[in-house]
């Protein structure tokens, strides 16, 4: 089986960040004995190879011409942006009117409104552009897409995710399917952490108020002075955060570390701590914090959306609304070894359920049907 998938953004050499979740993937499917080819619109065209996947860079007005017709066509965040050579409408455009069968993995932010996530709105110019672009310009031919595409199907990482583009969108998804993203649990292995049982690690982007910072350094607040944490990320809320740790007066308790880390790494960061603490507004599901899940961390996240799909609240992992819930849950959780044990190796039997192999087993198989539409 051939695979095309199409995506907004891709790893390089320069930036191993771009989309990783699509290459890891990719890399797996390829693995298990799928013909992979990744395109992505572009002002101009190149290709390259990224770790043995071939990836095609061109302007999308070409790219129908350029996929072979007999592959299936998998849609990973191919975004749409008015006006420009890497638009993903004119491609979604010759879906619809060839009624090309495709499959699409909806990771959220190609069917949500710039609505949706209020606490990024700042009042600003730039703020009410971005609202007209998404809410007024790309949601309406998303909507036009789904409605028309009807030779698609669609897979969500969580139901919460399904329901969400359902509310965005207004409309129904019939021809649905909840696979979540695999954890590798090859490179994240179970460790004892217990020793590190009141160290907590953050790993977050700082540039994107959903992640919900300040939640994550009030959770420390709340917290008996023997714990520390470490948020390891950048952006242009770092300067902010800073100061609100400063006032706080957490200053030998809590650090930013400016830095990224590859799989690999973060596996052996993991072993420092004992605690991965994963505030948020929304989420679809929470890649990062699984893999903490699996290398024996004990998992601390806000009951909201997906959440409750991925963790049972002191039995998997730690669950709470306000800061003060969460952090008097992680104290009743690691104030005995034992209990921060059962805990966690119950959160790694958990997250075995979607380790990337059975979890893109059952990509593949969607991907098939897909494949027998082609082939009529």
Same mark, same amino acid.
Not at 130 to 135: F, L
Not at 337 to 362: A, H, Q, Y
């Given at each position: 089986m051939k695979v095309s998938v199409i995506t907004s953004r891709y790893p390089t050499k320069q930036n191993i960040y771009n989309h990783m979740f699509v290459h890891v993937r990719c890399l797996e499917?390829?693995?298990?004995?799928?013909?992979?080819?990744?395109?992505? @619109?572009?002002?101009?065209?190149?290709?390259?190879?990224?770790?043995?996947?071939?990836?095609q860079k061109m302007p999308s007005i070409q790219m129908s011409e350029k996929i072979d017709k007999r592959s299936v066509i998998y849609f990973h965040l191919l975004n749409i942006y008015p006006f420009e050579?890497?638009?993903?409408?004119?491609?979604?455009?010759? =879906?619809?009117?060839?009624?090309?069968?495709?499959?699409?993995?909806?990771?959220?932010?190609?069917?949500q409104k710039?609505?949706?996530?209020?606490?990024?709105?700042?009042?600003? *110019?730039?703020?009410?552009?971005?609202?007209?672009?998404?809410? *007024?310009?790309?949601?309406?031919?998303m909507q036009k897409f789904v409605v028309e595409g009807t030779q698609g199907t669609f897979?969500?990482?969580? %139901?919460?995710?399904?329901?969400?583009?359902?509310?965005?969108?207004?409309?129904?998804?019939?021809?649905g399917? %909840? =696979? @979540?993203?695999?954890?590798?649990?090859? %490179?994240?292995?179970?460790?004892?952490l217990s020793k590190n049982r009141r160290k907590l690690i953050a790993i977050r982007s700082l540039s994107q108020k959903v992640y919900d910072i300040e939640k994550t350094i009030d959770v420390l607040e709340c917290l008996p002075v023997e714990f520390t944490l470490? =948020?390891?990320?950048?952006? %242009?809320?770092?300067?902010?955060?800073?100061?609100?740790?400063h006032k706080k007066g957490l200053e030998d308790r809590v650090k930013i570390i400016p830095e990224f880390f590859e799989k690999k790494q973060m596996n052996t960061l993991f072993k420092n701590y004992g605690i991965f603490i994963s505030t948020t507004r929304m989420d679809s599901q929470g890649i990062t914090m699984m893999e903490g899940m699996a290398a024996g961390l004990l998992v601390a996240t806000t009951d909201n959306s997906s959440k409750r799909e991925f963790i049972t609240d002191g039995e998997t992992g730690v669950l709470g609304i306000e800061a003060e819930d969460i952090a008097e849950k992680i104290i009743?959780?690691?104030?005995? @070894?034992?209990?921060?044990?059962?805990?966690?190796?119950?959160?790694?039997?958990?997250?075995?359920?979607?380790?990337?192999?059975?979890?893109?087993?059952?990509?593949i198989a969607v991907l098939k049907q897909g494949r027998d539409l082609v082939n009529k």
């Open positions: 499917m390829a693995k298990l004995g799928v013909e992979v080819e990744v395109y992505v @619109p572009d002002q101009t065209s190149s290709t390259y190879i990224y770790e043995g996947i071939k990836v050579k890497k638009d993903g409408w004119p491609i979604y455009k010759d =879906i619809i009117k060839h009624k090309v069968p495709f499959v699409m993995y909806v990771h959220g932010n190609e069917v710039y609505s949706a996530r209020k606490y990024e709105f700042n009042f600003r *110019i730039s703020d009410f552009l971005k609202w007209v672009k998404k809410d *007024i310009m790309v949601i309406p031919k897979i969500f990482p969580s %139901i919460w995710m399904k329901e969400e583009m359902e509310r965005n969108l207004n409309l129904v998804i019939e021809n399917h %909840i =696979i @979540p993203n695999g954890i590798d649990t090859n %490179i994240f292995q179970y460790n004892d470490d =948020i390891y990320g950048k952006g %242009i809320y770092k300067k902010k955060y800073n100061q609100l740790i009743k959780a690691v104030e005995n @070894p034992n209990n921060f044990l059962r805990i966690t190796r119950n959160g790694r039997e958990k997250v075995e359920e979607i380790n990337l192999e059975k979890v893109t087993l059952k990509e």
